[in-house]
């Protein structure tokens, strides 16, 4: 007989260099202090989305191995507005902001807003707005460079598509989709 195993929420363990830092944001991402506090460590118990986060301070650690395999991490929402209520929460807690409208990523167009914790590690909460058939790659074709600092989303394998702007989508019930992108705004990852 097979046995069902219902997670309450995933954890996520990371190294930080400073966890004094790393627990000032974080507290401002998800809206809620530390559950448990030590020398060297923090864990959070969020709600919503379901999540453990476990910071451990490892300087020496962060930014090589398992730590620099990280490519990003991510909140998926249900819709536009509640990236956009995002967004205005994460830049009110003074956090700085990126906001990416209709962007070709993953083999979809998302909405999303991104941050940056204390060591670089690039966080997003975005929401699916057209998503590709399945098995179908979305063809890109590119009308001037990716421009911003690096993105964390590859657009397919090997392929750095680089941030985007989608300027228009087609037939996304066809096998492929087929977009039309441009550099993103100034500012924007």
């Known amino acids: 007989m097979c046995e069902v195993i219902v997670m309450a929420r995933v954890q996520l363990a990371l190294n930080v260099s400073d966890v004094d830092a790393a627990v000032e944001f974080y507290s401002k991402l998800f809206g809620v202090g530390p559950a448990k506090r030590r020398p060297g460590y923090a864990n959070f118990a969020v709600d919503v989305p379901p999540l453990k986060l476990v910071l451990i301070e490892n300087p020496d650690a962060r930014g090589s191995g398992v730590a620099g395999a990280l490519n ?3 909140v998926e929402v249900e819709t536009t507005d509640e990236v956009t209520a995002a967004t205005t929460r994460l830049a009110g807690a003074g956090l700085e902001t990126a906001v990416e409208e209709n962007t070709a ?3 979809a167009v998302q909405d999303k807003v991104w941050v940056d914790d204390p060591d670089g590690a690039p966080w997003e909460v975005y929401t699916v707005l057209s998503d590709v058939v399945d098995g179908s790659v979305p063809t890109l074709r590119m009308v001037g460079p990716g421009g ?5 989303c590859a657009c397919g394998p090997g392929v750095d598509c680089g941030p985007a702007t989608v300027d ?3 037939d996304t019930t066809a096998d492929t989709v087929e977009v039309a992108i441009g550099p993103a705004p100034a500012g924007v990852r």
């Open 148 to 152: 911003g600092p690096g993105s964390a």
């Open 105 to 107: 990523c993953c083999y």
């Open 168 to 170: 228009t989508v087609a």
């Open 72 to 74: 990003h991490l991510g």
